[in-house]
């Protein structure tokens, strides 16, 4: 797309690039949580890998974002 | 001692709708200022969108954690 | 809105018989998501799978006819100089081409403009569905619409890469963002593929059908509030007028937000064919 003085976006993306991040986060979620989730059940522990997941999930996806989007 | 007042039913979702209310605004503040900052320095471009993309992710996770937290501490 | 004033009237004939009327107390019947199964029109079976022709199969037959007869007589014989229907249907193929393909993809996605034109029009159409009379439901609020769009889109944006990437460099060009620590990777990788081959068809075709879905009940819920409303005394006129022109201006934002969608779901399906057209950074 074109910047508001009329030269090229630098990065080709800029369209979706609120829906990747969106997208990112909810992946980084579901991965890890998920991975977290089942080892819960294959311990058999309370709710205990399923937050470790998450944020490292969370973590992860952001570390994502700012490599892809981030960087000059 | 007698109970006053009572919710009853789904708390997830009133968690969340409590939850979605800090990032609701700081979404609003980090696009209004950076398409201000946009308006003042069109050469800036680039950069302030950078920056708004990186604070508009950190502020919707905190959304989305709350959105997953009532699952997690769920029954 | 008749239609769903009828069915709600036949519904209360048959139980009560408009009791609010003359009773005024009887509940509220708030429409809810069970107001989207329609009874099918015929029902056959083929090669073990059945079919149901419901009203939504109906609506989007004629979409399809519509969408196809207008453009093969706008350009059937194409002049320089256009007729009239030329030039409508030149509006509408000028401003997909240049609004979103050429601002997103770029000189190289010629080749895609078609099916660009004709997915926006399929969708804004299919949206359009719910504010015409006797039409009623947008067809999009069907989850399988929007589902079998996306699944096509998908199909397209992941050939398009691996035809142009090779399959082994569309992957890694995906998978491994360059300039990360090694050991990073074991956990950014699976993030990286599950998001963009899980997560983006699930949300171009959810937000789609969240926003027509939530749309038509919003819709429907302030007509039957204007019909539930209206009874003898005063106060009971002034609040089903208000909800009705309420009805009005929904359904013109409604019909606004149609367009904004069809419009999104059109960028996005450009966007993700120029990402997978050109390696990423």
Redesign the interface.
């Known amino acids: 797309?074109?910047?508001?003085?009329g030269r090229p976006?630098?990065?080709?993306?800029?369209?979706?690039?609120?829906?990747s991040?969106?997208?990112?986060?909810?992946?980084?979620?579901?991965?890890?949580?998920g991975a977290g989730w089942l080892l819960d059940r294959w311990t058999g522990q309370e709710?205990l890998f399923?937050?470790i997941g998450?944020i490292?999930?969370?973590a992860?996806?952001?570390?994502?974002?700012?490599?892809?989007?981030?960087?000059? | 001692m007698t109970q006053i007042a009572q919710v009853t039913g789904s708390l997830g979702s009133i968690g969340y709708g409590l939850a979605a209310i800090g990032p609701g605004i700081g979404v609003g503040i980090i696009f209004g200022m950076g398409v201000q900052a946009?308006a003042r320095q069109?050469?800036a471009?680039?950069?302030i969108?950078?920056?708004m993309?990186?604070g508009?992710?950190?502020t919707?996770?905190l959304a989305?954690?709350g959105f997953?937290v009532p699952f997690?501490?769920g029954p | 809105m008749f239609a769903d004033l009828a069915l709600l009237a036949a519904q209360e004939e048959t139980h009560e018989g408009s009791c609010h009327f003359e009773t005024g107390d009887c509940g509220f019947p708030a429409p809810s998501a069970d107001i989207f199964e329609l009874d099918p029109y015929a029902t056959f079976s083929l090669f073990g799978l059945e079919f149901h022709i419901t009203k939504y199969v109906v609506l989007a037959a004629i979409g399809v006819v519509l969408i196809v007869g207008f453009f093969f007589l706008a350009f059937r014989v194409p002049r320089l100089v256009p007729s009239r229907l030329q030039s409508v249907g030149e509006l509408g193929y000028l401003f997909v081409r240049d609004q979103i393909s050429r601002?997103?993809i770029g000189k190289k996605g010629e080749y895609f403009v078609p099916f660009l034109v004709s997915l926006f029009f399929f969708v804004w159409v299919f949206n359009l569905f719910a504010v015409i009379p006797a039409g009623q439901f947008p067809v999009t609020s069907k989850l399988a619409f929007p589902a079998a769009l996306s699944a096509m889109v998908w199909l397209i944006f992941n050939y398009v890469g691996i035809r142009n990437q090779g399959f082994v460099g569309y992957f890694k060009n995906m998978a491994f963002?360059p300039?990360?620590p090694k050991a990073?990777y074991i956990?950014?990788t699976?993030?990286?593929l599950?998001?963009?081959l899980?997560?983006?068809p699930f949300?171009l075709a959810v937000r789609l059908f969240a926003n027509m879905f939530a749309g038509h009940l919003l819709l429907t819920t302030f007509t039957v509030a204007a019909w539930y409303l209206f009874s003898s005394n005063p106060f009971g006129l002034i609040f089903s007028a208000t909800s009705f022109i309420l009805t009005v201006v929904l359904t013109a934002f409604e019909m606004f937000i149609q367009a904004l969608q069809a419009f999104i779901f059109t960028?996005?399906t450009a966007?993700?064919i120029?990402?997978a057209l050109?390696a990423?950074?």
């Open positions: 797309m074109t910047t508001p003085d976006d630098q990065q080709p993306d800029s369209s979706n690039a609120a829906w991040i969106v997208s990112y986060l909810l992946g980084g979620m579901a991965v890890w949580g709710a399923f937050p998450l490292v999930g969370i992860g996806a952001l570390y994502i974002v700012y490599v892809r989007f981030g960087r000059p | 946009i069109p050469e471009y680039n950069i969108r950078q920056n993309l990186l508009f992710a950190l919707e996770a989305l954690i997953v997690v501490f | 601002q997103v963002p300039g990360v990073l956990i950014l699976p993030i990286e599950f998001s963009t899980l997560v983006r949300t960028l996005l966007s993700y120029g990402g050109e990423e950074h």
